[in-house]
C-alpha cells in the first residue's frame, strides 16, 4: 500500500481522534476504525466507552440499541455488555449470564471537544502523549470551533503527505496565500522527537480574499510581511497547519495580536479502512474570541478549502487502485517533511510488528 | 459462508417460490436464484415456464422479448426456444433449427398465488412436498393478501434465523408484542419430520396499537389472555409466523372467532445470491374477511415490520462481509429454535454433496 | 475474457478516437483508454498531446491542470512536463528540473473533427491507416454531425459484434426496417484487406416512421425499392453501418439523390477497461446539407437508436461477468461477418502478442 508495503499499514500504538465528543449527545453511534467497527456510548457517569460495535449472538451493530445503565443493550435480541469490563451481563429469556465471556474494550479518553481512542496495545495507552489542551485549542485565551467530520475516500497516509507537503497550498489553495514569494520562501524542517515541524517564512503582500476574512479589510496595510506557515506532525493521528501567520510587518515596531493574532488548523486523521479516512476538522484562535460572525464564516471557509484536499485525496486513492506506477516517485526538494514523516510512520510500523512477533514467539497458541 | 462452511450453500432440492403469479401479468421477466438467471413466462395455455435466462448465441437476457407460441423469442437477435423442452426452435434467416440443443429448463408449478421453482434435481420435483393450500391461506374460509416482494441484501440463513428465534419481536419489533410477559414466557420446540414449530404462550395484557389494528379497538378487554406466537419452519423457502393469536381470555368462557380469528404470516425465502435474498411477503386470515379496509391497513403495518428485519439482515450481512467474527457465536436457550433449523439445513447440504459426488464417480464424463 | 481467452485483450496498434476535438476547448481533460489514464490537452499552437494522466510526483490527475507553453502543470505542486517529450521542465521551489525523466507520450493527430491516438508501438503510428476524410464524412459533398459520446459499460467486442451482426436491426431496433423482408435479403461478406463489409440488399416497401424522419413524408412511393444495409469493418475502433440506403425504385428510372441521398453512421469504439467502452457517435450525410432541422431530429433519433445497443452491451456485460456460461455458442448462419472479424482481432492479438514476447527476449531487462 502506497508509499508502503503491503501488510501492517496503521500505526496501532497512538491516540485517534474517534468522534466529536457531541457526536454522542443522542445515544451510541457505531465509527469504523482500522477496519474495526466500534460502538462508541457514554455510561452512566458521562464517561465515554469503546467497544467491538458487533453483538457476538447474531453480528448485529450494537450501536442500534440503548443503553442501560453502564451496559449497551443489543437492539435485536436484548444482550447487554458492560461497557467498562466488556462482560456480557444480560440474556433475555434465560437467570443466568454467561461468566467468561469478554467483548473487546478500547482504552478512550475525552480531551478537548473530542474523543480519542487508542487502538493498539491498552498498557500503553498513555495520556501523557496526548498533544495538550494548549496545543489543540481548548487552554485559555484560546478558542475552538469544530468544523466537522470530512469523509475522506483515500488512504490516510495521502491526507498526511498533502499536509506535510506546504507547497501544495499555492496551487490547490492557490487563494490562501501569494504564490510566488510563497513558492521561493525556504523550508526549515526541525525534528522534535517523534514530532516535527516544517515551517517556510515568505516576504508577501497582503493577500486580499484570504486576509480579508482572517485580519478583516479594515486592517489592510501596503508594506510587505513576514508571512509563516507551519506544519506540525505531532502523531499518525493529529497534525496542525498554521497559514498566514504574521510575524513582522515592514515597518511596524509592534503588531498588535489583537488583530494580527494566531489562527491554528487542526487536522485530525483517523484511519478508516486501507482506502478511507475519517478526517474531522477544526480550528482555534487566540484572537477575535467574541466574534461568532468570524466564527461562521471561517467555519465555512475553512470546510471549503479542506474539501480541495478530499477531492484531490480521492482522485489519487482511485487512481493509485486501478493504474500500476509508471516509474518510481519523482521527488522534489520540498517533499523533505513528507519523506521524514514517511520514514518515523515506518519506523513505528516495523516496530509494533516486531513486537506483534516476538510476543507471537512467547505464546504460540496466540497465533 | 455463515453459519456454514464455505462451498455448497444452497439446498436445491426443495421447492422455493420464484415470483408471485401476478407477476407474469405484463410478459416475460427475469429473476436470479441462487446465483442463476431465470426466464419466467406463460405459455400459450397459460401454465408458466421457467428456462435458464440467458441467451446461448450473445448471452442477452431472454426476459426481454416475447412469447410466441410456447416459445420465448429473444429480443435481441430472434431467437427460439421452447418452455416445455428448451428445444431452439426458429432462427431467422435461415431455414433449419438446430436439432440436438436443448436451453436449460426448471420445473415450476402454479400452487395459491405464487409460483414455486425446483432448483434441484427434476426427478424429485414432487408437488406434495409444497405447503397445503389451506397453510398457505388460500383453502376455504381464508384470505390471503400478498404484500410484495422485499429485497433482502442478506444471505438467505440470516431471514430464517431471524424469523426462528422469536426473542428478536420484543425488542426490534417491540410494538407487536408486551415485552416483558413475552420474554417470560417459555419456548416450546416440536419437531414435525423436516418440519418444526417453536411456539411461546404468554399471559399478557391487550397490546395497543398492534391489537387495535388487528382486532379492532372497539374489541378491548381489561384481563390478560394467552396469546401464542409460533414459527413454522416448513422448508428452506417457506416459514409461516403467527403473532398474536389469543388462545385463552381470562373470564371469557368463549371466545368471538369472528373477532379474534386467526392471522398468519408467510414468509418466503428464496436465495438469490450468497448474500442477497427474494423475500416475498404474504399473510392470510380466517375473520374479517370481506374487510378491505382491513386488509389496506394490514398490508402497510406488514411490510413496515418486515422492513425492519430487511434492515436488520442488510446491516448484518454487510458487517459479516467485512469483519472478520472476534469470538464464536455467542448462543443462548432461544437460540434453540434456529439451531435446530440450522442442523436441519446442514444435513441437507451434505446430503446433496454426496449425492453429487456419487453421480459423477458414475458418470466421470459430467464432471 | 468472451469471446477471447483472458490475457491480451486490446490491440494496440491501431488508431482510436480519444475524443471530440471539441471537447479541448475549454482545457485539459482526463480519457481512459485501455485502462491508462491520459491528459489530452492543446498545446501554445493548437496541436493535441497525450500524455500518461498521473503526476509521477504524487500521482494526481494531470488533467486538472493548466496548460502554460506547451506544457501541463500540474494542480498539486506545480510540475511541469513537455506534451511533446514530457520531459519535466519545472518543479516549484528548486532552481533545477530532473534531467532524465520522461513522462510517457502518445502519438495523436487531429483528423475530421476527432482526436486519434496509437496507444501501441508509436514507431507504426501511420497516419495513413486513418480511414479518410471521404469515408467519415468530412470530404467534399458530405455534412459531419457529432452526436456525442455514450459510455457502455460492457466490453468492446460486444459492441463490434453487435454492429457487425445486421439481424439485430430487425429486433432490438425494429422501427428502422421492414422485418420480414429484411430478414430474408441475403448476406454478402467481402474481404478487403484488414477491412471487411456485410451487406444485406432487401426487396422492401417504404418504412414509415424512419424513412418519413430520413427522406421525408412528401417523399414516399407506393413500390417496392431495393434497400441496401452495410456494415464496413474498417478497424477495431471505427466501424460504420449504413442503413436504409435506397438502391433501385420499382418503376422509377433515375432516382433523385437529392432526395433519396446517403446516410452513414460512424461507430467509433475505444475501449475504455476490459469491462467498458467509450462509443462516440456520429453521422454523415451527401444531402439535404443545409437542413438543419434535419440534422437536429436526427441527432435525437440517432442518439435513441444507439441507446438501444448502449443498454444492450450493458446488460450482456453485466450477465457475462457473472454467470458462467451453460454452453458454447449457439451460432447462427448470420454470424458469418461477426465472426470473421472476432478472427481479425484474435489474429491482431496474437501477433501483439508475439512481437512483444521476441522483443523481450532480444532485450531481458525490458521484462
Keep these: 500500500m502506497y508509499p508502503f508495503a503491503e501488510g501492517n499499514v496503521y500505526v496501532r500504538n497512538a491516540w485517534y481522534v474517534a468522534a466529536f465528543a457531541e457526536e454522542l449527545d443522542d445515544g451510541p453511534i457505531e465509527r469504523i476504525i482500522m477496519d474495526e467497527p466500534i460502538a462508541l456510548f457514554r455510561m452512566a457517569d458521562g464517561k465515554p466507552a469503546a467497544m467491538w460495535g458487533l453483538c457476538p449472538h447474531r453480528f448485529y451493530p450494537l450501536a442500534n440499541g440503548i443503553v442501560i445503565g453502564d451496559a449497551i443493550q443489543c437492539n435485536y435480541h436484548g444482550f447487554r455488555f458492560d461497557g467498562r469490563t466488556g462482560a456480557c451481563v444480560k440474556i433475555p429469556s434465560q437467570s443466568a449470564s454467561p461468566k467468561g465471556f469478554r ?44 468544523v466537522g467530520l470530512q469523509p475522506t475516500a483515500g488512504r490516510a497516509q495521502l491526507l498526511i503527505e498533502n499536509l506535510m507537503d506546504l507547497t501544495h497550498v499555492a496551487f490547490l489553495h492557490g487563494a490562501l496565500v501569494d504564490g510566488d514569494s510563497f513558492l521561493e520562501s525556504p523550508i526549515q524542517v526541525a525534528e522534535d522527537g517523534t514530532a516535527m515541524r516544517a ?169
Design 103 to 146: 467483548q473487546r474494550i478500547y482504552p478512550i479518553v475525552e480531551h478537548g471537544a473530542w474523543l480519542w481512542i487508542w487502538p493498539g496495545d491498552p498498557a500503553q495507552a498513555d495520556p501523557d502523549l496526548l498533544p495538550s489542551l494548549d496545543e489543540i485549542g481548548f487552554g485559555p485565551g484560546w478558542r475552538n470551533e469544530n
Design 199 to 367: 515551517t517556510r517564512l515568505a516576504r508577501t503582500p497582503w493577500v486580499n480574499g484570504f486576509y480579508d476574512v482572517v485580519f478583516g479589510p479594515d486592517n489592510r496595510f501596503a508594506g510587505l510581511h513576514e508571512s509563516q506557515t507551519e506544519s506540525w506532525y505531532h502523531s499518525p493521528g493529529y497534525i496542525r497547519t498554521d497559514i498566514g501567520t504574521i510575524r513582522t510587518i515592514e515597518g511596524v515596531a509592534t503588531i498588535d495580536r489583537a488583530v494580527f493574532g494566531l489562527l491554528n488548523f487542526h487536522h485530525i486523521v483517523t484511519p478508516e479502512t486501507r482506502h478511507s479516512t475519517h478526517y474531522f476538522s477544526a480550528f482555534s484562535r487566540n484572537y477575535r474570541l467574541d466574534d461568532d460572525d468570524f466564527s461562521t464564516t471561517m467555519k465555512q471557509l475553512d470546510r471549503d478549502v479542506r474539501a480541495q484536499d478530499v477531492v484531490a485525496v480521492g482522485q489519487i486513492e482511485e487512481r493509485l487502485q486501478k493504474y500500476p506506477p509508471q516509474s518510481t516517485e519523482l521527488l522534489a526538494r520540498a517533499d523533505k517533511a513528507a519523506v521524514m514523516v514517511r520514514r518515523k510512520i515506518q519506523a513505528q510500523l516495523l516496530d509494533e510488528a516486531e513486537t506483534a512477533a516476538i510476543s507471537q514467539q512467547r505464546d504460540p497458541a496466540a497465533m
